[in-house]
């Protein structure tokens, strides 16, 4: 079955390579290539001195942000342990190297998870040694789980889904995934739906637990620099939109709707956040094509300045999105107008403000529902996002619709202890014991 796996893998590549060349032409991919065909960094292995690791994937930037209160926990349990990370994505490792920076020169932490053939996978565990092998999301590999095993090393899914979109293929493919599952010690499922999909494609029973979603433990910070800057520099009296995780198509949406909410005379700056680094710069024109007034952080943090009604500012950033929700008066939450299953709303709930998605939020379901049977959340569509947005800013119901988005967002918290007792369980137990 892996022979057959690695070949088709190897087909796969073999066919995009011309897609591959230009990507990586454009600056893409290129960085990290050694380590993506298995040479760990010498500076990560430095960081380690040959002791066994808790080794921890995140894929990108939303994975890798779950996950940083599960790291500082296991980190407190266990000061000993070195933990070591990957990502796939150059802004999943950037965001990765600044959250957990070097302890001293010439040391790292941070690296990029390798490429599902048997070299690569082979190199890296046997050069990262790792105690456990713990795996975010869905972030399953089906050579990494076989090597894995086979050297009795713990796999650990955490924070465990299979989306709408990837339901369909999981289930063609069962008779693949089933024996793979059998494979992993641990599934710590976000919702009882998603334990289901796992037990239905092939998990052991035993081997799936509940423990919630992770998202719902994020404590963005109010007070970082830049927030306390924008505090200081936005109109008085003026209404925040913030406009989260957007991806091409949405921010025309959003400027429209922004335009016609101005010309109605509300006093409103828009904070616009893309998804993507890599689409900056097609987001800045198309803002200059807009006639609206507007600056990228990027330039204003280096002097900032009063920004005035009307204005569009461009977060251009990584990793500061979460905290900028603060000072919102409304959020929309990209990745929902078009169908792409949405992004997180929790950041916006946790500062208790009203949030507005468009109707594609399969990626959060569970939490989208949970918002909308609490009534702090609304949806919208392209043709109605400009009243939908007019009423929360007029109406008065906004406070309080923040509110229970706040209640929705304190109520389902715990996820975080509970998945790092369950590593620690598997890292202190038998290999007897960890059989599920």
């Known amino acids: 079955m892996m022979l057959l796996y690695s070949f088709g893998l190897f087909l796969a ?23 993506r065909l298995g040479r760990t960094p010498q500076s990560v292995l430095a960081y380690t001195h040959g002791q066994p690791t808790l080794w921890l994937h995140a894929v990108s930037v939303g994975e890798l942000i779950a996950a940083t209160p599960l790291i500082h926990r296991l980190e407190a349990a ?3 342990l070195p933990i070591v990370l990957s990502t796939t994505t150059d802004t999943g490792q950037q965001l990765a190297q600044q959250r957990f920076p070097a302890p001293k020169k010439d040391v790292a932490r941070v690296f990029y998870y390798p490429l599902d ?5 082979r190199r890296v565990l046997s050069q990262v040694r790792p105690r456990a092998l ?20 713990p ?21 693949l995934w089933r024996p793979l599952l059998r494979r992993v ?10 334990a289901e999909r796992f037990r239905a494609i092939g998990a052991p029973a035993a081997a799936v637990r509940v423990t919630g979603n992770l998202k719902f433990d994020l404590h963005a910070n109010a007070d970082t620099p830049l927030v306390l800057s924008l505090r200081e520099h936005l109109p008085p009296g003026a209404q925040v939109c913030v406009a989260g995780s957007t991806l091409a198509g949405e921010e025309a949406a959003v400027l429209g709707a922004f335009q016609q909410l101005v010309t109605q005379g509300l006093p409103l700056v828009l904070i616009l956040a893309p998804r993507h680094p890599q689409r900056f710069d097609e987001v800045r024109v198309l803002l200059a094509a807009s006639g609206l007034p507007w600056v990228a ?30 000072l919102a008066s409304v959020a929309f939450i990209g990745g929902s107008l078009i169908d792409r299953g949405g992004h997180n709303p929790l950041e916006a709930a946790q500062f208790g403000v009203p949030i507005v998605t468009g109707p594609f939020m399969q990626n959060f379901r569970t939490i989208h529902a949970e918002l909308l049977a609490d009534q702090a959340a609304v949806v919208a569509e392209t043709h109605n996002l400009t009243p939908t947005l007019h009423r929360l800013l007029t109406d008065g119901s906004a406070p309080a619709m923040g509110e229970r988005a706040r209640s929705v967002f304190l109520r389902n918290a715990g996820a975080t202890e509970r998945c790092a007792q369950a590593i620690l369980e598997i890292l202190h137990a038998t290999p007897q014991e960890r059989r599920p």
């Open 13 to 35: 590549l073999l066919l995009a390579a011309p897609w591959w060349l230009v990507r990586m032409a454009r600056g893409r991919y290129r960085t990290g290539l050694r380590q």
């Open 78 to 80: 266990d000061p000993q």
């Open 117 to 121: 053939f048997a070299f690569s996978v």
């Open 134 to 153: 713990v795996l975010m999301e869905s972030e399953l590999w089906p050579r990494m789980i076989v090597e894995a095993h086979r050297r009795r090393i």
């Open 155 to 175: 796999i650990i899914v955490v924070n465990a889904r299979i989306s709408d979109r990837s339901l369909p293929r999981y289930r063609a493919l069962r008779w």
């Open 185 to 194: 010690t641990l599934i710590l499922a976000q919702s009882e739906q998603d």
């Open 297 to 326: 952080r990027s330039q204003w943090s280096e002097q900032p300045s009063n920004i005035s009604a009307g204005s569009v500012f461009l977060l251009n950033s990584i990793g500061e999105l979460a905290s900028v929700y603060s």
